[in-house]
């Protein structure tokens, strides 16, 4: 189950960053980060209620907002202890998922998505690296082969995306992106930790509520001084779809990490196959160029999730 879960929010990942990248054009990235966060938020908002008036709408259910519905023997000794524990670990997670969006959502602006996705894909290696050390998980030759696969088309990517005077080395936005992915891993090694101790439905809705609130002072203090200086802001249609797409595919992606036999580098790794959709994009969408050596990058990444997928049924 949580393979398939894994598989389903690779697809709307995919399209939450075709979203991320039409919002984007000629747009300013932090209110439209901060936008995406409040819709996010008000998705979620039936069970943030619930939680907080023990209103019980959603209780033994998927849905179910409590802190410890499914591990009852992390609720601790007192409850209100717990609970506060509870919200300063979603508090923590904010942090880390808020900071790769900010590096994100910049590297997405000015680079094609045919070249952020392919960068994205190869996350998992470094959470793999994480899941070894920390988790002690182990991965068979099948899923070695498709770890393999993911290094060598990123060092093809690097090698393409020349023919677009992108340079790997010199281009700021590509650090951005690697430091996203960095971050990143960081987020999915601690989003397997926290899911051993808190329901799905309590992590997604806290730490959108908490995001929210961060990315309110971060466009106070940063962007509104600067606003007429900067890339002004515009509306476009593709805001509340991030939210929506990016809701789905995080709901997918913790229930997953939620079941007992679910592993983090695993998840990780088929969740990158978002590049499939995004690159779609890409192409339809965004009509980005230098497709064909890209399409080999493509292919490399396809043919890892095949092995992945076969090495852990």
Same mark, same amino acid.
Request: hydrophobic share 50%; with cysteine.
């Given at each position: 189950m949580w393979l398939l879960l894994?598989?389903?929010?690779?697809?709307?990942?995919?399209? #939450?960053?075709?979203?991320?990248?039409?919002?984007?054009?000629? +747009?300013?990235?932090? $209110?439209?980060?901060?936008? +995406?966060?409040?819709?996010?938020?008000?998705?979620?908002?039936?069970?943030?209620?619930?939680?907080?008036?023990g209103f019980g709408w959603f209780s033994g259910t998927l849905f179910d907002s409590s802190p410890f519905a499914g591990h009852?023997?992390?609720?601790?000794?007192?409850?209100?202890?717990?609970?506060?524990?509870?919200?300063?670990?979603?508090?923590?997670?904010?942090?880390?998922?808020?900071?790769?969006?900010?590096?994100? #959502?910049?590297?997405?602006?000015?680079? $094609?998505i045919t070249i952020v996705g392919p960068i994205n894909a190869t996350r998992p290696v470094l959470v793999l690296i994480g899941a070894m050390l920390v988790f002690g998980e182990r991965l068979n030759a099948y899923q070695w082969i498709g770890v393999i696969?993911?290094?060598?088309?990123?060092?093809?990517?690097?090698?393409?995306?020349?023919?677009?005077?992108?340079?790997?080395?010199?281009?700021?936005?590509?650090?951005?992106?690697?430091?996203?992915? &960095?971050?990143?891993?960081?987020?999915?090694? #601690?989003?397997?930790?926290?899911?051993t101790k808190l329901s799905p439905m309590f992590v997604q809705g806290w730490y959108n509520f908490y995001q929210m609130l961060m990315m309110g002072i971060v466009v106070l203090i940063i962007w509104m001084p600067l606003r007429k200086k900067t890339t002004p802001f515009h509306w476009s249609m593709a805001i $509340?779809?991030?939210s929506i797409f990016i809701s789905a595919a995080d709901f997918a992606y913790?229930?997953?990490?939620?079941?007992?036999?679910?592993?983090?580098?695993?998840?990780?790794?088929?969740?990158?196959?978002? &590049?499939? &959709?995004?690159?779609?994009?890409?192409?339809?969408?965004?009509?980005?160029? +230098?497709?064909?050596?890209?399409?080999?990058d493509l292919l490399l990444i396809l043919v890892g999730m095949i092995f992945i997928y076969f090495g852990s049924k």
């Open positions: 894994s598989f389903a929010s690779a697809a709307f990942l995919g399209l #939450y960053d075709a979203s991320k990248k039409s919002a984007l054009k000629d +747009n300013a990235v932090l $209110p439209v980060l901060l936008l +995406n966060t409040v819709f996010a938020t008000l998705i979620f908002s039936p069970f943030i209620i619930d939680d907080i008036f009852p023997e992390t609720s601790g000794n007192t409850e209100e202890g717990s609970v506060l524990h509870a919200h300063l670990l979603v508090i923590l997670k904010s942090c880390i998922v808020l900071t790769s969006w900010i590096f994100g #959502y910049f590297g997405l602006k000015h680079l $094609p696969l993911a290094i060598l088309s990123l060092f093809l990517l690097s090698r393409s995306s020349k023919k677009e005077s992108v340079d790997f080395t010199h281009n700021k936005w590509i650090w951005f992106v690697a430091a996203a992915s &960095v971050i990143g891993a960081i987020s999915g090694l #601690y989003d397997k930790f926290i899911m $509340p779809l991030i913790l229930t997953a990490l939620n079941q007992p036999d679910s592993m983090i580098s695993v998840v990780s790794l088929i969740r990158r196959g978002s &590049v499939l &959709v995004s690159f779609a994009c890409g192409v339809i969408l965004f009509r980005e160029r +230098n497709l064909k050596a890209k399409a080999i």
